[in-house]
């Protein structure tokens, strides 16, 4: 009796394991998906993943979790239709990129695939900036100039 239930203990604990890297690995098929032809429906079914992953306590300390979810939310704000609905992606984006480079993870190898993503978000952050200050919104303005601080940072 003893054996059965130490066996089903341990199966359920590796099942939370697994389920819960599971959204990581959605957010990554989302991403192939987009980058290979796909459209920004992608992207938003990714959304719910990343959110779970990121205040998961198994995933969320993982540089691959935050990785993903700046390439996803820099992916969002460079799109122009998905940069309207979700006006705060990049500011989500820098700080995923920005809870990378805390992390300072040995095991994440993929900063040529950060400075992929971090260098046009950081323009297209930049240029928001711009257009906001032209149009006198000068708070918002601050913001997107703000944040370039947390993109060199990184860089």
């Given amino acids: 009796m003893k054996k059965i239930t130490l066996t089903l203990f341990a199966s359920a604990a590796m099942l939370v394991s697994v389920a819960q ?5 959605c957010v990554w098929s989302a991403l192939n998906t987009y980058n290979t032809g796909g459209g920004p429906e992608d992207l938003e079914r990714a959304i719910k993943c990343s959110d779970e992953a990121a205040v998961n306590e198994t995933t969320a300390p993982k540089a691959k ?9 820099t992916l ?25 480079y805390e992390l300072n993870d040995p095991k994440f190898k993929d900063w040529d695939e950060v400075n992929k993503y971090l260098l046009p978000l950081g323009n297209a952050m930049f240029n928001e900036g711009v257009e906001q200050y032209n149009a ?3 708070a918002q303005a601050y913001q997107y100039f703000y944040s370039i601080k947390d993109v060199n940072a990184v860089l």
């Fill in 76 to 100: 969002i704000f460079l799109d122009k239709n998905l940069k309207t609905k979700y006006p705060t992606s990049g500011f989500e984006g820098v700080k995923a990129f920005k809870r990378v």
């Fill in 21 to 25: 890297d599971g959204n990581n690995n």
């Fill in 136 to 138: 006198r919104n000068y």
């Fill in 65 to 73: 979790t935050w990785f993903y979810r700046g390439e996803l939310y």
